[in-house]
């Protein structure tokens, strides 16, 4: 399957130019989030439909690019994007799941 991504928000949009069509993507709105604990912390841009929506994803994309997974919860805010105000605070909670693998013994 041949998929492609909105340039802007990086959604999947649909592969087919009917389907595309019948879906015309337009980007949900932009927010800025950035770790609560860390006053040095860089805001960053993240596209979702409300700021609760934003706070999981922004912490799910930032602990798969550090490499770091630990289980527990994070305190992140959320702001419009281009309000320079404090945000909204979210305590985003982090589980992780155990995994079984099998391979022949020999
Ligand atoms: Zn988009």
Redesign the pocket.
């Known amino acids: 399957m041949n998929l492609s991504t ?1 340039p ?2 990086k ?1 999947v949009l649909p592969s087919s130019p009917s389907l595309a069509q019948l879906f015309p ?1 337009v ?1 949900p709105p932009a927010w800025e989030a950035r770790e609560a604990d860390d006053e040095s912390a860089e805001w960053e841009r993240i ?1 979702a439909t409300d700021a609760k929506a934003a706070a999981r994803p922004w912490l799910e994309h930032r602990r798969q690019g550090s490499g770091v997974y630990e289980q527990g919860r994070e305190a992140v805010l959320v702001r419009r994007a281009g309000d320079n105000g404090e945000g909204d605070r979210f305590e985003v909670w982090m589980r992780l799941a155990p995994s079984y693998t099998a391979c022949r013994s020999f």
């Open positions: 909105c802007t928000c959604a993507h980007c596209y």
